[in-house]
């Protein structure tokens, strides 16, 4: 048994703290490990009691009859450690630390959770500022969550990874008012030891879990929810991730909250994108969607067909359909023909989508008849049904025309509730129907039957740089480099670049004008100026007489601003036509090394058109990011213009991750922009460019 195992399923529980007083925090885990089915032995530890709720008490760790395969510490934090550290020393397995104080309360309370974590040695902890687990599949709850105050707490394939104690407890509430069951429910907290990604993992694994809803505030180990996530597609496991953080505000609560930092919002889109994880854009949807997936049914298309006895919801329905981009088709003429042999209708008035069956769908036979029929059709990949009012009287018409058209047709059945009847949303629930309370959700629920995504990729194995670090960035100095010690960079990587030449001064840069004929691009070359043009360091379309001149303005004003004076000048050959491209490179300073795609030039921060992937990346990730674009429309030739060459884009981009990854810590940060995309079969040329290096 491992030490999660024994977490989630021991056989005998230490509970550090216990109360005989159930209304105090205290006195709350003993008897909810009781009211809900454990059948291990409870160990309750307090020097000042002889029993608690008839069960023996001892006065310390060292005292219980063995080692227990798991603990609750209901300490506070001034005293915790101790605890932890004697039940290290008596064996236990694992313990849950619920005290709050720690990595959430600033320096001296990132002190105490390290302290807290070297108490434990070999022990596994889970928290600190925890509210515990629930482990519904097996009855065995470590928690001191009011939420197991309610009763009737149904055991499902859902299980909650959350970092929040409180959302954990919220979500089992409203759960058990939906009538959606749950496997397990682990609130990490502040992620002394065990974290998110590894408990993510271990349900994975799970054979009662089928679908893992996540709460997320921030990820210490991206590399491992990585390979979790991968798991779980492999698997045909789902996850759905709620990530906070999404505003400024956000992000300072949740590291003021569990001590969590907080990348990018965008970088975490990036990388739930290149793990298959479905991210839920609201709190309802954390509870909804994988509700919806819970069932295994995935739409292979985004048609979908709407079966109702009151027109006016099955309208509300179909307008957020169509918000959501499904689709709602005509019912063909067979699908049509056989609802209008059904219901004794002509065969033109049932090809309409929604399907409106009035009070003829108050038939138990009808309704499953029609049901079946629009689930058999080829036109559609799904099918809604609307619980009208009738339905308050008599629910068993809906319910089991539905039961019995799941049980031949692999498509997802919903049901949109359409009054006010949340009993008739927990019995459709409870009998494996996923059932909604407003058009909105189902909508929604229907968009992500459809996105959910296909396993994912294998992991792009990390092949061997043509050149080792070293090699590569061999000579090349500390911090910012300038454009030609950039693009220099770039060319080792097989990045083409524009021909240029570096000039020392206007006399040279006039002579390697003359040499390469025609109009040039003449550039300051500077390793302290990252944007030129704002200083009036790039001139474009100069003949070669027109350069002495050019460079002495740009001199003038370098001056006139208090800039350093520059290395020299760049002459580069003039490119005309192409699409302008930004790729870039950072390092996020919580998920890590990130590639930027994007609509390029000098509106490219105005436009903000720009896809991002995390590294290392596949040949697909390249090509997904160009699709992701605005820009794609461009690149393929809008309004007449020229395709442009797309299959040298993902070349250069698979280029440019390739230089990031041999580059490795050394590289801070590094741009092209513009990088020009020319016609179908001529390539791409990096036009400017910046790298840092530490």
Request: hydrophobic content about 50%; some cysteine; glycine content about 10%.
């Amino acid at each position: 048994m491992s030490a999660i195992d024994a977490l989630l399923r021991p056989r005998s529980v230490a509970v550090i703290g216990a109360s005989a007083d159930t209304t105090k925090m205290t006195g709350r885990p003993l008897g909810y490990l009781r009211r809900h089915g454990f059948s291990g032995a409870i160990w309750p530890v307090n020097p000042r009691a002889e029993s608690i709720a008839g069960l023996p008490c001892y006065p310390d760790v060292a005292a219980l009859p063995a080692a227990p395969d798991a603990a609750i510490v209901l300490l506070g934090a001034g005293r915790a450690e101790a605890a932890v550290r004697d039940l290290a020393a008596r064996g236990c397995r694992a313990a849950i630390v619920l005290a709050s104080g720690y990595g959430e309360a600033g320096e001296e309370g990132a002190l105490r959770q390290r302290a807290l974590k070297e108490a434990a040695g070999g022990m596994r902890l889970l928290g600190p500022n925890t509210i515990g687990l629930v482990n519904l599949t097996d009855g065995m709850t470590l928690s001191a969550s009011g939420a197991l105050e309610v009763g009737g707490l149904a055991s499902g394939c859902i299980s909650v990874v959350s970092q929040s104690g409180g959302i954990l407890g919220a979500l089992l509430s409203r759960a058990a008012d939906r009538g959606i069951g749950f496997a397990k429910l682990v609130s990490t907290g502040n992620e002394a030891d065990l974290d998110s990604s590894e408990m993510i993992a271990h349900l994975v694994e799970d054979e009662a879990t089928r679908v893992i809803a996540v709460y997320m505030e921030g990820l210490r180990r991206p590399e491992a929810f990585r390979r979790a996530a991968r798991r779980a597609a492999e698997l045909g496991k789902s996850i759905v991730v709620y990530k906070v953080g999404r505003s400024e505000s956000g992000a300072r609560a949740a590291v003021s909250h569990t001590g969590a930092l907080a990348g990018a919002d965008r970088v975490y889109d990036a990388l739930f994108r290149q793990c298959g994880v479905i991210r839920a854009q609201s709190f309802n949807d954390l509870l909804d969607i994988p509700a919806a997936l819970a069932a295994g049914r995935r739409m292979a298309g985004r048609r979908a067909a709407i079966l109702t006895s009151t027109g006016g919801a099955g309208t509300l329905l179909a307008d957020q359909c169509g918000l959501m981009g499904l689709d709602l088709p005509a019912l063909e003429a067979e699908t049509a023909g056989r609802l209008a042999a059904l219901l004794g209708e002509e065969a033109a008035a049932m090809a309409r989508n929604p399907v409106d069956v009035t009070l003829a769908g108050l038939r138990t036979d009808l309704f499953t008849g029609a049901l079946a029929a629009l689930l058999d059709s080829p036109a559609h990949d799904a099918a809604v049904v609307v619980v009208g009012s009738s339905a308050l009287a008599t629910p068993e018409i809906v319910t089991e025309a539905i039961l019995a058209c799941q049980a031949r047709s692999e498509k997802p059945v919903l049901a949109y509730v359409s009054p006010h009847a949340p009993h008739l949303v927990r019995l459709l629930n409870g009998r494996g129907i996923p059932a909604f309370a407003t058009p909105e959700s189902c909508a929604t629920m229907l968009r992500a039957l459809h996105g959910a995504p296909l396993p994912p990729p294998p992991e792009p194995v990390r092949e061997e740089p043509v050149r080792e670090e070293a090699a590569a960035l061999a000579g090349l100095p500390c911090g910012p480099l300038n454009e030609a010690e950039s693009k220099a960079l770039f060319a080792r990587f097989g990045l083409p670049v524009v021909r240029e030449q570096v000039a020392a001064d206007a006399a040279q840069a006039a002579a390697a004008a003359r040499a390469m004929g025609g109009e040039v691009v003449l550039k300051l070359l500077s390793r302290a100026i990252a944007h030129k043009s704002e200083l009036g360091g790039v001139r474009v379309g100069l003949s070669a007489g027109e350069v002495p001149e050019a460079c002495a303005a740009m001199l003038r004003r370098l001056a006139a601003a208090g800039a350093p004076a520059p290395e020299g000048f760049l002459v580069q050959e003039r490119i005309r036509g192409g699409v302008e491209m930004i790729l870039g490179f950072h390092r996020d300073p919580q998920l890590g090394p990130v590639l930027l795609l994007g609509a390029g030039g000098v509106a490219a921060e105005l436009f903000q058109d720009t896809s991002l992937r995390l590294l290392p990346i596949t040949r697909a990730d390249a090509e997904a990011m160009v699709e992701e674009l605005k820009a794609s429309r461009l690149l393929r030739g809008y309004r007449g213009a020229p395709v442009a060459d797309v299959p040298a884009l993902v070349e250069a981009v698979l280029a440019f991750a390739a230089m990031a990854g041999a580059a490795g810590e050394r590289l801070v940060e590094a741009e092209i922009n513009p990088l020009f995309v020319l016609p179908e079969g001529h390539g791409t040329r990096a036009a400017d460019g910046l790298a840092v290096l530490r």
